[in-house]
């Protein structure tokens, strides 16, 4: 049977697999598939089930409901996950053999981390934050019952709202349930916000991550890892070097913590590579087990069909070495180390992206999710054996998305390097039509991505297929900026954005106008954030574009400065502030060379971006449509956010594929 070409609409024929977790006898891996409903426009999620062995998966979850965070109890016998349910979020559980989930919690609304069980299986940790009691759906709904206006929002913190999350009008917490009963209890309070809690291995202990310093906002870099009695009660420190922390693991000795941070006091707009630690709890400094490695570990890879999985570090049954991941030029690889000797090792390299992992009880078996340019992510799972040198060889235990890929037609995309104008060295891919012709000229369309502490990589990415199935070249790069290189080619732009970054991409625009099968005259650019930013900065310098897209950007650096959810520090990542020294902040805005644009600009932003708020869109449309310049303002409304390309509505996720679509249509005459 000839293969079709993929299209816009087979959006909603994908399957979002995520989460793969191995019980922890290595036979089983429970996992999430997230899946569309057109007739609701909706995403459903439930979690399935696999054998390790045979790989015969089945459905574990139903309903009308989205089920995430699955999580192995440590018997192998049960298992805790979240459900939300009417817009409610519980922590619900169901035996390991089959029947019926049982919701464990009774909170009240608010959004719940994933749940974590302790070692003896008798209680589950998790974090919890409430919703404000003016703003909970029956408040709401009683106000508008009778009438009522919304009461006034009292703001006191300079961070009081965060992207995706909406208003932080109460701190996020500690919190344990009975695993049994189900009964739930708050074990540390504050105004302060904790994160990312793991027992010690005898029950007694957890350990968290938290800002508790004086001022969290201004000093957003004093985060510290926290230790509270599993029952409640005063906090103890573990002395670590100043600077960001996450991704806790605590050893199986119970003697140590290895977590990803960094070593700073820096503003959190700076790029860094994060780097793997670990810290004895009988004292002692914190050591840093990657700083020779010089990449980030962490997956830092842009997709639009990213769910992921767990990233935190993983012990080895003897304590001697870790697992953790590594995102390296375009790629995301698991990695290995022993404490020893301090030298990481490649467990799983290639032309892929290890979303995230897990492993049995021995650590011997790994299920990994994994995918490629032409795979959407499936779960995998190999098994590490304990030599030196030994890498992993991951076998495919799923298949979700293979109805659809026996029927469409991918691209495969090649991978490049070019020099850059000072002879820095620039990698892309291009991605081409399924049914290239070297001897046809082709419309190019340029992306750049967001951060720009990020990648492009070897990942799917569904936009990028459809481009490429439509006729056009699609080149992809990681020009100065990015990460998963070393820490000074993401650094070197700092508080300098459209000189170094400009500059390689117009290196890239070069290189692709020497292939013989690109038409120079039809070019176009397009970037979502960070990149929306650069292709605004990109028009207002320079006309080599036909048409150019930028979506959820920044346009005024100035303005964002007290408008963005994440205000930055003063003469932080970028010179001056906001008020008596705001020139730099206006120099690097390209709202100020907007005068210059003879570009067409499809603008695309939602209302509901609290990381780049729609203000942004609205100056540059406003200066544009002043200027009499071609400009189209696509204005989606408050249900979407900054992540709407990538987890939006469905009707609007099609229709804004279509916009971009139609505008590269237009503008590139496309044959």
């Not at 996992?31 to 390790?52: C, D, G, I, Q, S």
């Not at 650096?557 to 001056?576: E, I, K, N, Q």
Request: charged share 25%; net charge negative; proline share 7%.
């Amino acid at each position: 049977m000839s293969k079709r070409r993929i299209t816009i609409k087979d959006l909603l024929r994908l399957k979002f697999v995520a989460d793969p977790q191995m019980s922890p006898d290595g036979n089983l891996v429970i996992f999430t598939v997230k899946m569309v409903n057109p007739e609701k426009n909706r995403y459903f999620a439930h979690l399935w089930m696999v054998e390790a062995v045979t790989g015969i998966a089945q459905q574990f979850t139903y309903g009308e409901v989205k089920d995430v965070s699955p999580r192995w109890s440590p018997d192998g016998k049960r298992i805790a996950f979240l459900r939300t349910k009417d817009k409610r979020t519980q922590i619900w559980v169901i035996p390991a053999d089959g029947g019926e989930a049982r919701q464990f919690t009774q909170l009240g609304e608010g959004s719940i981390g994933a749940p974590e069980w302790s070692p003896d299986g008798k209680r589950i940790a998790f974090t919890f934050r409430p919703t404000h009691p003016n703003w909970t759906q029956e408040a709401c709904q009683k106000r508008a019952e009778k009438g009522q206006s919304n009461p006034p929002r009292i703001i006191t913190r300079l961070r009081y709202r965060c992207e995706g999350a909406g208003f932080l009008d109460l701190h996020q917490h500690i919190w344990t349930c009975d695993a049994t009963t189900g009964e739930a209890e708050q074990i540390t309070d504050g105004e302060y916000d904790d994160d990312g809690p793991v027992w010690s291995p005898d029950s007694r202990w957890i350990a968290f991550v938290a800002n508790r310093s004086d001022d969290p906002d201004t000093k957003p870099y004093e985060v510290n890892i926290w230790l509270v009695p599993a029952e409640g009660g005063a906090l103890q420190k573990i002395p670590t070097p100043t600077g960001y922390k996450k991704n806790l693991a605590w050893s199986p000795d119970g003697g140590q913590i290895a977590y990803i941070g960094y070593e700073t006091q820096d503003d959190p707009w700076v790029a860094r590579n994060d780097r793997l630690w670990i810290v004895s709890l009988q004292g002692g400094s914190a050591r840093c087990l990657t700083g020779s490695l010089d990449r980030i570990v962490e997956n830092v890879t842009a997709s639009d069909v990213r769910e992921g999985g767990s990233q935190n570090p993983v012990w080895s049954k003897d304590g001697k070495r870790l697992f953790f991941l590594v995102s390296d030029r375009g790629n995301c690889h698991l990695y290995t180390i022993a404490l020893v000797e301090e030298k990481p090792e490649p467990l799983v390299e290639g032309a892929l992206d290890v979303g995230g992992f897990s492993t049995d009880s021995e650590g011997k078996r790994f299920a990994l999710l994994i995918s490629r340019p032409t795979q959407p992510a499936e779960v995998f799972v190999a098994r590490w054996e304990d030599k030196a040198g030994s890498q992993m060889a991951p076998s495919p235990l799923t298949q979700m998305n293979a109805p659809l890929l026996e029927k469409v037609r991918l691209s495969e995309p090649e991978e490049v390097w070019f020099k850059s104008f000072d002879g820095t060295d620039i990698q892309g891919w291009l991605l081409k039509p399924p049914n290239f012709d070297p001897n046809h000229k082709y419309a190019l369309l340029l992306y750049v991505h967001g951060g720009p502490d990020a990648q492009y990589g070897n990942t799917f990415f569904h936009e990028f297929q459809v481009h490429a199935a439509r006729g056009f070249i699609v080149f992809y790069t990681n020009p100065r900026g990015s990460l998963g290189y070393e820490e000074g080619f993401a650094t070197c732009i700092r508080g300098n954005w459209g000189d170094l970054d400009f500059r390689d991409l117009m290196a890239a625009v070069d290189f692709a106008e020497s292939l013989p099968y690109v038409n120079a005259k039809r070019m176009a650019v397009a970037g979502g954030s960070y990149g929306g930013y650069m292709t605004i900065w990109i028009v207002g310098h320079t006309d080599r574009f036909r048409c150019a897209i930028a979506e959820r950007g920044v346009a005024n650096r100035h303005s964002a400065f007290g408008t963005s959810d994440f205000p930055p520090m003063v003469d932080g990542y970028w010179p001056g502030n906001a008020w008596d020294r705001p020139e730099k902040l206006w120099e690097q805005s390209p709202l100020r060379y907007v005068a210059t644009v003879q570009t067409p600009l499809l603008i695309i932003h939602s209302e509901g971006d609290l990381r780049c708020p729609i203000e942004q869109a609205e100056q540059l449309f406003a200066a544009l449509r002043v200027l009499k310049r071609e400009v189209v303002f696509v204005r989606y409304p408050q249900e979407t956010n900054h992540d709407f390309s990538r987890s939006g509505p469905l009707d609007l996720r099609i229709d804004r594929l279509h916009r971009i679509a139609d505008w590269l249509d237009t503008h590139l005459e496309l044959e």
